[in-house]
Structure formats: C-alpha cells, structure tokens
C-alpha cells in the first residue's frame, strides 16, 4: 500500500522458513518486519536484502528486541530472568518445556516469577500453554533462534556449561523422588553422590525446594552409609581383639 516492494523474493521465504513451525508467530513477523521497515530504502522504495542481512534476520530482530526487554525491566530483574531461561533450555541447548510451577519454586518472593513470566508473555519472548484437565500450564522460549541468536543468553549458557547436565539430571530425579514419597531407594549412590555433594558446596545458581531437598537427601543419606560403615569396621575389630 505504500508503495514499497522486497528487493528479492528469498527475503520474504527466509522470514516465512523461520516461522514456520513457531507457536505465536506473527508477534515475531512483526519484529522482523518493523526493524525492516525502519531500515527501508526510500529513495529506491525498497525493502533491501542488505537491511534484513544487517538486522540478522528473524532471529537478530527477535534478540534486538529481548535485550530491549531486559534494559526496560532494569537490572534488579536480570538475575531472577537468567534462571528463568536458564531452566528453559536444556543441556544441549534447545528449548524446554517446564512446568509454571515448578519455574515459580525458583524465586522465595511470592509472586514474583509469575508476574516475570506473565511479563516475558507479553512480550511475546515465552509461550504459556494450559494443560488438558486444568491440570497446571507449561513455559517455552518462543523459538529456538533465541537460544543460538541472542548473545545475551548464550553468553549466560557458556557460564552455566559445566553444570547444565547435571541441572537437568537433578531436576528430573528430585520430581520422581517426589513422586514417589521421597523413596530413600531412588536417591543417588556413589560417585553420583560425590558429585552432587561437590555441586551442593559449588552451585550458585536457585534450586527449588524439592531439588534441594533431594540434594540434603542425598548428602544425608551418603554420612548415615559411612557412619554405619565405620561403625561396622570399628566392630569387627573389637570383636577380633576379644
């Protein structure tokens, strides 16, 4: 309508590529489509294949747009929005599907993840989908070119890396720990439980209440083995001596 045409055809088939399987798409054609616009050619009237290179596609408008996210909400926020999406990327770096409960047992402030993450919808950065049977929601990261396109979090990935895995190990074995009325059976033993001890005394970063749990489970169950180990030791000996 206003006269303008795309320079070429393949920028509007990259634009469509990207959003093809993207829940709430058209929020993030917008982004594209109005960072593309502010860059437009007017003398040629056109919408140049140098702008959208220049902008990094669908993907570099999304991420302009979440850093413009994070300065607006101030830096108070930022560490309590780390978490949040870095529970919502697993290990190997795509995207997860968790539950908003369990994202909100990341914060002691009373209502302060739901209100983030009521903001992080609105800002079309996070899908919230109901589950069947009213039985609670679940939180994704709109699309994956987040997770490898937004410098901002994969800088925060590169320094949560060495824990990431075992995050995600903790956070499955403390929900079926759970589950199961915290079974002393489903515990971690051995080397999985030095692990968990070292990552216990070295881990910065929020747990919620059940994975901290499970990990003074672990460590408790670990001393009362070696106390009855010694105690079993320490008998056998006397018992010899007599």
Do not use: C
């Not at 003398?43 to 300065?71: E, I, N």
């Not at 901290?212 to 083995?225: K, M, P």
């Amino acid at each position: 309508m206003a006269g303008f045409q795309f320079e070429m055809p393949a920028i509007v088939e990259d634009m469509l590529d990207h959003l093809e399987t993207t829940p709430g798409a058209l929020p993030l054609l917008q982004f594209a489509a109005a960072k593309l616009w502010e860059n437009r050619d007017t003398a040629r009237r056109m919408l140049t294949h140098h702008a959208y290179a220049a902008m990094g596609g669908v993907a570099g408008a999304l991420a302009s747009h979440a850093d413009r996210f994070l300065a607006e909400l101030g830096a108070q926020k930022t560490a309590l929005i780390r978490s949040l999406l870095l529970r919502l990327v697993t290990a190997e770096r795509t995207r997860a599907i968790v539950p908003i409960a369990e994202l909100i047992e990341l914060s002691r402030e009373v209502g302060e993840v739901q209100r983030l993450v009521d903001q992080m919808v609105d800002a079309r950065l996070l899908v919230v989908q109901t589950l069947e049977g009213g039985r609670g929601s679940t939180g994704e990261i709109v699309h994956e070119s987040l997770v490898h396109g937004w410098p901002t979090l994969r800088r925060w990935l590169d320094e949560n890396q060495d824990d990431a895995s075992l995050v995600d190990q903790l956070r499955v074995a403390s929900r079926q720990w759970q589950q199961k009325g915290q079974d002393p059976g489903l515990l971690w033993r051995g080397e999985s439980a030095d692990e968990a001890k070292k990552f216990r005394k070295r881990y910065k970063g929020p747990l919620s209440d059940v994975e901290r749990g499970f990990l003074d489970a672990v460590v408790r169950f670990e001393t009362q083995q070696a106390r009855r180990r010694r105690a079993a030791i320490i008998g056998g000996y006397a018992l010899v001596a007599s």
